[in-house]
C-alpha cells in the first residue's frame, strides 16, 4: 500500500484549519490500487457536529461532519479523484461534496479529508496535509 504519515498530515491539518479560524473533522487514509483494502486516521478539531435552530431548506436539523468526511473518503475510493469534482453522478450515501483531496503513492492512494467549513477550506485544509508528505 501507498507510503504515507498519518501524524504529519494531520498535524499539517490542524495548523491550517488553526490558521483558517475553522473547526471539524480530518480523515487521512491510504489504500491499495484496488480502492477495497484501506487504513484510516481520524482526528476532530473542536466540533463533530453542528445544529441549526431550524431545519434547512433539505430537512435537516444539522450536520454530522464525520459522516460527511467519510462519504468524500467513499466517493475517492472509487472514482480515484478528489471528491466534489463530478468524476461521475453522486451514488446514495455520498454528497458530492469537494474537500477530499487523493494523490497516487507506491502503487496506491493517500487521501486526506476535511469536513467542517466551506467546500474550499476543506480542500485547503486537505491540501495542507497532502503537501506534508512531500
Keep these: 500500500m501507498a507510503s504515507w504519515n498519518a501524524e504529519t498530515m494531520l498535524a499539517a491539518m490542524e495548523a491550517k484549519a488553526d490558521a483558517l479560524g475553522v473547526t471539524g473533522v480530518m480523515v487521512v487514509a491510504r489504500m491499495d490500487a ?5 487504513e484510516s486516521e481520524m482526528r ?10 431550524e431545519p434547512n431548506a433539505l430537512g435537516f436539523t444539522g450536520c454530522n461532519f464525520i459522516a460527511i468526511a467519510y462519504s468524500k473518503a467513499a466517493e475517492m475510493a472509487t472514482t480515484k479523484a478528489n471528491s466534489g469534482g463530478g468524476a461521475r453522478a453522486v ?3 455520498e454528497f458530492g461534496y469537494p474537500g477530499g483531496v487523493i494523490a497516487t503513492r507506491d502503487g496506491g492512494y493517500v487521501l486526506a479529508v ?5 467546500g474550499e477550506q476543506d ?7 497532502m503537501g506534508a508528505l512531500g
Design 123 to 129: 480542500t485547503e485544509i486537505s491540501l495542507a496535509g
Design 91 to 93: 451514488h446514495q450515501g
Design 114 to 118: 476535511f469536513s467542517g467549513a466551506t
Design 44 to 53: 476532530v478539531r473542536g466540533r463533530s457536529q453542528m445544529s441549526f435552530a
Design 34 to 38: 484496488v480502492g477495497e483494502r484501506w
